[in-house]
């Protein structure tokens, strides 16, 4: 459960639709379907693994993981592009939470009821051209998050968020009944389901794969942590099926509420970051209490949020702690660079995106990258086997081979056809 609160984020309910809607829907959902099963789960599982063994964080982790399976100490670059790729994602994190923040204080006022489609959609540019009001959302939402770590009860907090997030599931589904009552279904899910692959080009498909790995919280360490967590007697493949399946659920509903909503409205799929906030205000506005329910709903998403930016800068923090310096010095100079790339990609959309593209596109599927090759070709099937050791022998060696052949392969074929090297 704890997994699964770092995993559910902004990257379900905000950032899947945005891209779904940029990259032309279906054959895009499918590749990112495709990525989460034959490179995501197994990686995950390797990534847990790791994790669970050395009760580390990911630098010390992967130290000790090469130490036992007789490996270079280099695999510890793992962990470090890892602390780096996390405070990375928080940059702008931080300020898509704050978003979602303005969102409970204008759904608190009222803001946006009783006003046409068009005017509520437009209300998210208004927000946008004003730098101020974000940062002022942006050093909130980061100063909570430090407040949390600084505390080091990051893990009481998992345990407050798990019983939230049913509460945001449940809410999900109302608007899903709102948008299947009130919104163009059909054309929204033919939107989502319906794979034409004339529009997938390899850009899309990296940003496919890119997004399996940002929304599992895969390939840069937080999951490692989480593992460390674990108890030895727990099945690894297990809470790695439920997180990925509760994952995807999510981020699929988020898709079925948003774009009926933007067909039945007359609004742009491929509009961008902004979407969430331009169609779920539009279907508050015309909700019965949808203040009050808007109020709730993104108050939710922002704990959401919460719960996976403290599992993005936590990693970090253990680090330096292991080092010798005080948990507050630590998080009080992480917070602080976060900050600051907060505030540049709040006034430059070119370090937002490249921000994002950088961390989810490349730095996350290189890690990915990486562990399944350690797991699989360094670890070696016996001390792997012995870890994961609750499923039967075929299951297991079906797994295995994924991790050490098709993970990598289909990894390395992504970056490639990206790159322009193939076809
Ligand atoms: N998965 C989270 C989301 O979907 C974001 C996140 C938290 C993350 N920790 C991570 C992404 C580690 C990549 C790596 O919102």
Known sequence: MATTGAAVGLGNIWKFPYIAGENGGGAFVLMYLLCIVLLGIPIMIAEVMLGRRARENPIHAMLKNSRDAGASKAWAFIGAMGVACGMMILMYYSVVAGWSLEYVWQSMQGSYMDKSATEVAAGFGVLASNPERQLLWHSLFLLLTAIIVGLGVTRGIGTAVDNLMPLLFVLLLVLLGYSIRNGNFELGFNFLFNADFSKLTGDAILIAMGHAFFTLSLGMGTVMVYGSYMPKNSSIPRAVLAVAFLDTIIALIAGLIIFPLVFASGLEPGSGPGLLFETLPIAFSGMWNGS????????????????????????????????????????????????????????????????????????????????????????????????????????????????????????????????????
Do not use: Q
């Not at 704990?303 to 009080?332: D, N, Y």
């Open 292 to 423: 009050i329910f808007g109020t709730v709903f993104f108050i939710l998403v922002s704990i959401a949020a919460l719960s996976s930016s403290i599992s993005l800068i936590e990693p970090g923090i253990a680090w330096l702690e292991k080092t010798g310096i005080s948990r507050l010095f630590a998080t009080c100079g992480l917070g602080l660079i976060c900050w600051l790339g907060g505030v540049a990609s709040i006034y430059s959309s070119a370090v937002f995106d490249t921000l994002d593209y950088a961390t989810a596109n490349v730095m996350l599927p290189l890690g990915g990258l990486l562990i399944a090759i350690f797991v699989g070709w360094k670890m070696g099937y016996t001390r792997v086997r012995k870890e994961i050791s609750d499923i039967p022998a075929l299951l297991f060696n079906i797994m295995f081979i994924t991790l050490r052949f098709i993970a990598p392969i289909g990894v390395i074929i992504i970056f490639a056809h990206s790159l322009g090297f193939i076809a």
